[in-house]
């Protein structure tokens, strides 16, 4: 049965694609109570001084635990930023007060709404390289993540490609 | 596991069968939708100067359809968004994209000079022409168009721009024919350029 050899063969190969693909775009870091799940960024034109970042943070601990912002080698700040979409009209606003994450809950900070801004680049995010950045959350509390660069086009992480 | 193996690939085949109808239909669908009618506002008289500092005026995009997007290199998620799907709607587009004029308009023209746009466009097709100039001549330009657009201070000393999102399309008479919402699905804007491009 040659076509069952094909089936099979489409079928791995869709296996492999897909493996393939989780593993690049599922990762997390986990420290104390804090876990984050794949954290990114859209890549970067030459000559842009800012980036966003994305990602979920999960609180796994009985207590709420606020981000405050972060901290990268590559850009001068990292800031919480609110954006919004209103009658067509882009509006980008700091989010001064912090995030705060709730007791065993999570935010997720993605495009069109939250997200961390990373002010002053000092190169331009490249497609797939990974990009260290440092969580900072209220008690003193760091979280050394990396981020995932996706494409200049990307909407979301890993979806709607 | 051979059986799992089939079950699976079976499964695979009527996503993938049942995607490719469904976006399909989106397309047939986006493709019937009339663009709003012609007859909105006439673009204004300007003069700017493009990313290799060559004059622009109003007789550089009148005569053949254009689509015009307004934004900021410093914009971190609308402008490069917008600008690869632009870019990448273009491409699919194929000849008749040379029918169009497409600009992106800096709204933040003190940082935007000319080498800053080059280097910020040189990620995107070569055909977008970035336009920066006096601000009275940005404003005069998205006035006419209905673009609204305004400064806004960051503590710390920064700022940024909030500004209209949406991607402008005009006729060859520079008269405002629809829009391409932030977003919007790529194949109905894709039917909206080749309408536009008349191709």
């Given at each position: 049965m040659p076509n069952l050899r094909c089936v099979r063969l489409v079928a791995f190969a869709f296996a492999a694609v897909f493996a393939m693909t989780a593993t690049a775009l599922s990762h997390e870091y986990v420290s104390g109570q804090i876990k984050v799940v794949h954290p990114w960024a859209r890549a970067t034109a030459p000559g842009a001084t800012t980036g966003v970042g994305y990602m979920k943070i999960i609180n796994q601990g009985a207590t709420p635990i606020r981000l405050l912002g972060g901290s990268t080698p590559a850009a001068t700040a990292v800031e919480i930023h609110a954006m919004s979409m209103d009658g067509g009209v882009m509006r980008m606003r700091p989010v001064g007060e912090g995030l705060v994450v709730p007791a065993r809950g999570q935010i997720e900070l993605k495009p069109g709404s939250i997200h961390l801004m990373l002010i002053g680049l000092k190169h331009p995010l490249v497609e797939e390289d990974l990009e260290p950045l440092t969580l900072n959350f209220d008690g003193g509390v760091r979280v050394n993540i990396e981020l995932y660069i996706e494409s200049m086009?990307?909407?979301?992480g890993g979806h709607g490609h | 596991m051979l059986r799992v193996i089939r079950y699976g690939a079976v499964a695979l085949i009527a996503v993938l069968v049942l995607g490719s109808l469904a976006v399909g239909l989106g397309w047939l669908q986006s493709g019937r939708s009339p663009l709003p009618t012609a007859g909105g506002p006439v673009v204004a008289s300007f003069h700017l100067i493009d990313q290799a500092n060559k004059p622009v005026s109003e007789h550089d995009v009148l005569g053949r359809p254009a689509v015009v997007f307004f934004g900021f290199t410093?914009?971190?998620?609308v402008c490069p968004t917008t600008l690869a799907s632009l870019t990448g709607l273009l491409g699919r587009l194929?000849?008749?994209?040379?029918r169009l004029g497409v600009f992106f308009v800096t709204v933040d023209p003190a940082r935007d000079t000319p080498p800053a746009l080059a280097s910020y466009l040189s990620?995107?097709?070569?055909?977008i022409r970035g336009l920066t100039g006096a601000p009275d001549q940005i404003a005069a330009l998205a006035k006419s168009l209905g673009v609204y657009y305004a400064r806004v201070e960051v503590q710390g000393g920064g700022y940024t721009m909030d500004h209209t999102a949406s991607v402008f399309l005009l006729d060859a008479q520079g008269r405002f024919v629809g829009t391409i919402a932030y977003g919007e699905n790529s194949d109905a804007a894709l039917a909206k350029l080749r309408r536009l491009a008349g191709g």
């Open positions: 086009g990307a909407a979301s | 410093y914009c971190p998620e194929g000849a008749p994209a040379d990620s995107f097709d070569p055909r």
